[in-house]
């Protein structure tokens, strides 16, 4: 792809979003050179559209001629003749199995006979062989990416909310790809539960096996948040995968500028072998449930996504459900209360669900998830969604106790749990909105 290769004996790769508008071309190339200058070997666009769509070749053709030769991807969801036409200028093209055909999530149950949901998969078919055709004639790798958020009432209703319903989402696809004969394909399963996302990358691995498939995975814990959180979150979820071997590309997914994911990818990658061997020894070292992790690091973000990594898998697996962390520095307690809450065991501070944003955000998300964290950081164990826009929003913050979900441009819908409680409230009402409802209902 490009002039890099994924998988195999390749590196791993890091890559980022850009969160500008796919249409202002100056701004997405400025961005882009900004991932790529910190080390991104990909870059991803939103294409929500034909007009962004069309735009990447002016993207791409500006980040050319500038020297800047890294892979770009398309981004698209909801309109499968978007990604037709980003397979002739992007490199890669991302599509969303649980909306390239079926419509947008509702949470609505339907029936199939067995019959009718060979036809629907029919439909997948009939679409999806076009784009293969148009990627198979210029040289354009695919990614299939599944998001726990985003999957479609169809396979909802056939396999509920589950592993084996995700990675169905996923192969029903892959399967089409491989009686095609285009391999050049790279696949995710993300979500925003650290459990969710590394226990059905697994079964992924797994059925691939069984089907006798073998594509490069790309890893990446979605809507992790930003700060201490992000990082952590994102480490306990791929480091746990990496340190099994799992993974040939990852994005760590902060509610930051994307060039600051760069340095946190790399570290992962870095620590690798230091933290599977950590991981065995914490593992030894498991006694009345509780593992016990000594480290000696010079800086402190370091010290926090060795630590995260080097447990993630043991506590996601529940190995144990205690963590101490020896390290002299002063902040292990909190730091062990972090990663047990990234690992979904046990919850000591206000949860955020929080995207990365793309161009598809049409608030200021950075200052409204600093807004909404200020005023609800002391309700320990709550859980609030802040999304960018409704590819993900209502299904990955499914979950959560509140939502606060971009519905168009300066407008935002509230939500309680998967419920929408009142909708396209104007920005700078919103905040305070959501404040109003929680403490409404706290009362």
Not at 197 to 214: I, S
């Amino acid at each position: 792809m490009g002039n890099i290769g994924i998988g195999g004996s390749n590196p791993i790769r890091i890559q980022s979003m850009a969160t500008t508008d796919t249409n202002d071309t100056a701004a997405s190339v400025a961005q882009a050179k900004r991932i790529i200058d910190a080390g991104g070997e990909l870059v991803r666009f939103t294409t929500q559209g034909t007009r962004e769509a069309e735009n990447m070749q002016h993207i791409s053709a500006q980040l050319k001629a500038d020297g800047y030769n890294q892979p770009l991807v398309a981004d698209v969801h909801f309109t499968a003749h978007t990604a037709d036409i980003a397979a002739l200028y992007c490199e890669k093209v991302r599509i969303n199995p649980g909306n390239y055909v079926d419509p947008g999530r509702t949470f609505k149950h339907l029936e199939y006979t067995n019959e009718e949901y060979a036809d629907e998969l029919q439909k997948i078919e009939k679409k999806l062989i076009p784009f293969i055709n148009i990627c198979k004639e210029h040289h354009t790798a695919v990614r299939i990416g599944v998001n726990h958020g985003s999957l479609s009432d169809r396979i909802m209703s056939r396999y509920g909310d589950t592993p084996e319903g995700i990675v169905e989402s996923c192969m029903e696809f892959l399967r089409i790809f491989k009686r095609e004969n285009f391999n050049d394909v790279v696949i995710s399963i993300k979500a925003s539960n650290t459990v969710v996302m590394v226990t059905t990358v697994r079964l992924l691995v797994a059925t691939m096996d069984k089907e006798d498939m073998h594509y490069p995975l790309h890893l990446g814990v979605t809507e992790a948040g930003e700060g201490e959180d992000g990082r952590i979150k994102s480490a306990v979820g791929i480091g746990a995968l990496l340190t099994e071997g799992i993974g040939d590309t990852i994005r760590v997914s902060l509610s930051e500028e994307p060039e600051c994911e760069i340095p946190v990818a790399r570290k992962l990658v870095e620590l690798i072998p230091e933290c599977c061997r950590l991981r065995e020894e914490a593992e030894a070292s498991i006694k009345d449930d509780t593992i016990t992790l000594t480290l000696d690091e010079p800086d402190w973000e370091t010290l926090q996504l060795k630590a995260a990594m080097a447990v993630g898998a043991l506590l996601i697996d529940r190995k144990a459900t205690k963590l101490v962390i020896e390290s002299g520095k002063g902040q292990e307690v909190s730091l062990a209360d972090a990663i047990l809450q990234a690992a979904r065991i046990k919850f000591t501070k206000t949860e955020y669900i929080s995207c990365p944003g793309c161009g598809r955000t049409l608030y200021n998300l950075q200052e409204t998830i600093a807004r909404i964290k200020a005023a609800t950081k002391d309700l320990v164990g709550l859980k609030i969604g802040i999304m960018g826009c409704i590819v993900n929003g209502p299904g990955e913050m499914a979950d959560a106790d509140y939502g606060y979900v971009g519905a168009g441009r300066g407008k935002i819908s509230l939500y309680k749990q998967k419920v929408c409680v009142e909708k396209n409230i104007p920005e700078e009402e919103a905040v305070e909105k959501l404040l109003e409802l929680i403490r409404s209902d706290r009362k």
